[in-house]
């Protein structure tokens, strides 16, 4: 199984601050790479699917890249609804797994 | 609107079976593979498994080989996951979500998740 690993595994930052966090795979995944976002008790949202494409409707503050085994995903002036959790995961092969999540706090 | 419904909350003893149920509204239910999920309390995401609706093929993982077995019924665009054999860790919130093909980036990606459903494994 291709594992995925986040960091940090949280964060703390500011209402406009611009954060980057980290996904790796244990072996190149090419761009089969997504990354979500998850409120307390709701189901993920997509984010960025291919590493690098934004979902229909997501604001254009998000972004991803990357390639192989190093994925980001950077938020340019966070807001207040950005301050919960992100997870990575990947499409490359099955069983697709997930990164086990980055929380970003209000600091 | 596109959107997947999953029944609700379930409390089982251990050793007992539960099937959550996934309704599929807004789209083509046969068009795209349906996955499974799960979530414990405060952990992050696990992948289950997933289904065809349109053919009935399924792919699970390893650790739930022999205990999980996802079907579909395609006359009321509804997808099930059955677990059996619970145990105590299996207490989680279990989602659905619907598998996009992205031809632009030819990857695949969860677009729509159900709402979850609660199950609690407690003697």
């Known amino acids: 199984d291709i594992q995925m690993t986040q960091s940090p595994s949280s964060l703390s930052a500011s209402v406009g601050d611009r954060v980057t966090f980290t996904c790796r795979a244990s072996q190149s995944i090419s761009s089969y790479l997504n990354w979500y976002q998850q409120k307390p008790g709701k189901a993920p949202k997509l984010l960025i699917y291919?590493?690098?494409s934004l979902q229909s409707g997501v604001p254009s503050r998000f972004s991803g890249s990357g390639s192989g085994t190093d994925f980001t995903l950077t938020i340019t002036s966070l807001q207040p609804e950005d301050f919960t959790t992100y997870y990575c995961q990947q499409s490359y092969s099955t069983p697709w797994t997930f990164g086990q999540g980055t929380k970003v706090e209000i600091k | 609107q596109v959107q997947l419904v999953q029944s609700g909350a379930e409390v089982k003893k251990p050793g007992a079976s539960v099937k959550v149920s996934c309704k599929a509204s807004g789209y083509t239910f046969t068009g795209y593979y349906l996955h499974w999920v799960r979530q414990a309390p405060g952990q992050g995401l696990d992948w289950m498994g997933r289904?065809?609706?349109?053919?009935?093929?399924?792919n699970y993982a390893q650790k739930f080989q022999g205990r999980v077995s996802m079907t579909r019924d395609t006359a009321i665009s509804t997808a099930y996951m059955e677990l059996s054999r619970l145990r105590s860790d299996d207490t989680a919130v279990y989602y659905c979500?619907?598998?996009?093909?992205?031809?632009?980036?030819?990857?695949?990606?969860?677009?729509?998740w159900g709402q979850g459903t609660m199950v609690t494994v407690s003697s």
């Open positions: 289904i065809s609706p349109n053919t009935g093929d399924t």
């Open positions: 979500a619907r598998n996009k093909y992205y031809a632009d980036r030819s990857t695949d990606a969860f677009d729509i």
């Open positions: 291919g590493a690098t």
